[in-house]
Nanobody, 114 residues
Framework: QVHLVESGGGLVQPGGSLRLSCAAS????????MSWYRRAPGKQRELVAF???????HHADSVKGRFTISRNNAQNTMYLQMNSLKPEDTAVYYC????????WGQGTQVTVSS
C-alpha cells in the first residue's frame, strides 16, 4: 500500500522558517519526479517546486530565493525548506510523486501569521 506522509507544517510568524518533509513508501517502481504543490484558501492548486531523480530542480517564481527543494533518493524522502515566509504562503502543502503513476499526500497546513 502506498503511503505519502507529509510533516513539518504549522503556524509561523512572517519572516520565519519551516521545513516540510514527505516520506514515500510502498511505491512500486522507481520514483521519477517529486513535487510540492499548495492550495491557498479560495485559490487553485499551484506548483511550488519539483525535483527529478537526476536532480533537475525548478522553483516557482513566487518562492524562488526563499524556498529550497531537496530529496534523499535512498530514503524516498523529499524536503522543502521554507525561509522568509510571508502571509501569502499560507496554504495546504501537498506532496506529489511520479512513479508508474501519480501519488498525492494528504497535505499539511502552513499558516503564516503574526
Amino acid at each position: 500500500q502506498v503511503h505519502l506522509v507529509e510533516s513539518g507544517g504549522g503556524l509561523v510568524q512572517p519572516g520565519g522558517s519551516l521545513r516540510l518533509s514527505c516520506a514515500a513508501s510502498g511505491i512500486i517502481g522507481s520514483i521519477k519526479t517529486m513535487s510540492w504543490y499548495r492550495r491557498a484558501p479560495g485559490k487553485q492548486r499551484e506548483l511550488v517546486a519539483f525535483i527529478t531523480s537526476s536532480g533537475v530542480i525548478h522553483h516557482a517564481d513566487s518562492v524562488k530565493g526563499r524556498f529550497t527543494i531537496s530529496r534523499n533518493n535512498a530514503q524516498n524522502t523529499m524536503y522543502l525548506q521554507m525561509n522568509s515566509l510571508k502571509p501569502e504562503d499560507t496554504a495546504v502543502y501537498y506532496c506529489n510523486v511520479l512513479a508508474s503513476t501519480y501519488y498525492w499526500g494528504q497535505g499539511t497546513q502552513v499558516t503564516v501569521s503574526s
